[in-house]
């Protein structure tokens, strides 16, 4: 199957790209960046393909069958959709769009054209988060009730002044960035409940100072004085679904030197925190006597699984967990969160 990849920066290099490597029924057709230095080293680098500046090269090529998105947020929608109208399969990297309404257009498209669009929530694929799915799904934690999200960090924004720091581009911060990730782990082990009511508030606090802002690095490239500071830097709400009632709490950047970044998943027989991208401990009762499990086992690439996964379903016509039908619901929520902190008010979503 011959792919293309269509942005040649971090998430590109780090994970699609030496996946779809190790993937024997995939080969890449083109390496695309509008640096055309990127698109260049990558085909030194991994020894294969060609290198463009136009991405629409790779679309008019009928040989290549799927692309892989690893674009700016406000670049996901409009190229995965004339990706699915050029006949090709799509994975994009999260979050599926900067707004709500600009996914839904993306969902209409894979809907009208058939092709696949998976969106790029690779825990879906973590083992941690599958077997706390198992077991939720098995009852072990009884009815779970609540759930809370922590994401929090201490002065930790991304390249301020940036892209990642400039709405028009990114659609939001930390919510957007860091949020998304943990929103979906969260529907994914409650499977997929739709939400019902939003009540939300973001912050941009921290990095308003762009040249004053002291922080111990600077992940996602140096501060760019000048630049632009405009999305939320923590964000706290309060979803209620058709299931369990979700707390959230966010910050990139926080004026606590602590980094807690876990959910809680809170049963009336057992609770489970998970800490993120890590492992996760059971605590529950047994005759009588309190009792924790910390389970240990062997975890596999979920980056590599989430590539094997997309091209397999292309192969088998198999739906994915990270089908955009479910990514969709989280870019759902995140955009009441953001409408709700605009209008200081709850947004119903279904009666």
């Known amino acids: 199957m011959k792919v293309g990849i269509i942005g040649c920066g971090t998430i590109a290099n780090a994970a699609h790209i030496p996946a779809y490597i190790k993937n024997p029924d995939a080969e890449i057709q083109y390496f695309c960046d509008i640096i055309p230095q990127r698109a260049e080293k990558a085909v030194q680098e991994y020894g294969c393909g060609q290198a463009v500046t136009d991405y629409r090269d790779i679309l008019r090529d009928p040989e290549v069958e799927a692309v892989s998105v690893c674009v700016p947020n406000n670049l996901h929608a409009p190229i995965s959709i004339e990706a699915l109208r050029a006949g090709k399969h799509v994975l994009c990297e999260k979050p599926s769009a900067r707004t709500y309404e600009e996914a839904l257009q993306m969902q209409r498209a894979q809907q009208e054209t058939g092709k696949v669009l998976n969106i790029g929530v690779v825990n879906r694929f973590n083992e941690s988060v599958r077997r706390i799915k198992k077991m939720i799904d098995e009852g072990r934690l009884g009815e779970v009730f609540h759930v809370y999200v922590s994401f929090r960090a201490h002065r930790s924004i991304p390249g301020l002044g940036g892209a990642f720091t400039t709405k028009a581009i990114a659609g939001g911060g930390a919510l957007i960035d860091w949020g998304v990730h943990y929103l979906d782990i969260v529907m994914y082990c409650l499977g997929d409940p739709r939400p019902r009511t939003v009540s939300g508030e973001v912050f941009s606090k921290l990095g308003r100072d762009i040249e004053g802002y002291t922080c111990v ?99 088998t016509g198999e739906k994915l967990p990270s089908h955009i039908d479910s990514a969709i619901i989280t870019a759902q929520m995140m955009q009441a969160i953001y409408d709700s902190a605009e209008q200081h008010r709850e947004i119903i979503l279904e009666g």
Request: proline share 4%; net charge negative.
């Open 217 to 315: 690095d600077m992940w996602a490239g140096p501060r760019t004085p000048g630049g632009t500071y405009d999305v939320d830097d923590s964000v706290t709400a309060l979803i209620r679904t058709r299931g369990p009632v979700l707390t959230v709490h966010g910050a990139w950047a926080q004026n606590i030197g602590e980094k807690e970044q876990y959910i809680d998943f809170m049963g009336d027989k057992a609770g489970i925190r998970l800490q993120y991208g890590q492992g996760f401990t059971l605590y529950t009762a047994e005759d009588g006597a309190l009792v924790t499990y910390k389970p240990e086992f062997t975890s596999g690439n979920m980056f590599q699984e989430e590539i094997d996964a997309f091209v397999r379903c292309i192969q």
